[in-house]
């Protein structure tokens, strides 16, 4: 079951720079879609959402794009500190399964000093 | 700040005992969740539940698991009888609405069946 999927597993940028995380989904009937962060031996923690009604999401540091057409969403980080260091998990829902998120596989960025 | 807690942090268990891995959900959210995360894979959900009765289940969640809300706080996952494939990290969420499912995690309890 590949209906979300992150195809980098690994991410490194330098402080200060913007990370880019992208996801691909396949199922059109995703309306609603998260990033994740998550720590070791942590649950994930939310960081941001995106209905598709919106092409584009900021908080802050940190902006959600998403591209219906492309199937493609995108999260960026600017800039980039070293405590984003973490893996970040994209998920999808669709309004009628009662909140069920579908998880990519998750990308950890590193953010160097 | 609110927050999702489960209890223990960490299980052992011999193969084929039952388990029972507890949560306390956020206390005005209304739908709950469980997800697991076997290493090094994604997380995967197994189980949504809202207004005392499941919404939603995966295929992982076979008739060896179940879910429970005994009393107004807590909200339970047990395992009847483990397996060695059920060693995994357990979330437990809870959200607000399912039309913004912005679902908030707890920590996880770590399940190791031996």
């Known amino acids: 079951d590949q209906q979300v999927k992150q195809n980098s597993p690994s991410l490194s940028v330098q402080e200060g720079r913007i990370s880019i995380l992208n996801c691909d989904y396949t199922?059109?009937?995703?309306?609603?879609f998260l990033w994740y962060k998550k720590y070791p031996a942590e649950g994930p923690t939310f960081l941001i959402s995106i209905s598709s009604i919106k092409d584009k999401n900021e908080d802050g540091r940190f902006t959600v794009f998403l591209n219906k057409s492309a199937k493609h969403l995108s999260l960026h980080i600017v800039p980039s500190q070293p405590g984003d260091s973490a893996v970040y998990f994209c998920?999808?829902?669709?309004?009628?399964?009662?909140?069920?998120?579908?998880f990519g596989q998750g990308t950890e960025l590193s953010v160097k000093p | 700040e609110p927050e999702v807690t489960q209890t223990p942090s960490h299980q052992v268990t011999q193969m084929g005992q039952e388990v029972i891995l507890r949560c306390v959900p956020i206390?005005?959210?209304?739908?709950f969740y469980w997800y697991r995360q076997i290493l090094g894979q994604k997380v995967e959900f197994l189980v949504s539940?809202?207004?005392?009765?499941?919404?939603?289940k995966s295929e992982i969640f076979d008739d060896q698991f179940s879910v429970e809300r005994p009393d107004g706080s807590n909200f339970t996952l047990k395992i009847r009888s483990t397996k060695l494939e059920d060693s995994a990290m357990y979330f437990c969420?809870?959200?607000?609405?399912?039309?913004?499912?912005?679902?908030?995690f707890g920590q996880g309890t770590r399940l190791t069946v031996v």
């Open positions: 539940f809202y207004n005392n009765e499941i919404s939603e």
């Open positions: 998920a999808a829902s669709a309004n009628n399964q009662g909140g069920k998120l579908i």
């Open positions: 969420a809870s959200s607000e609405l399912d039309l913004a499912p912005e679902a908030f």
């Open positions: 199922n059109s009937m995703f309306d609603y």
């Open positions: 206390s005005n959210h209304l739908y």
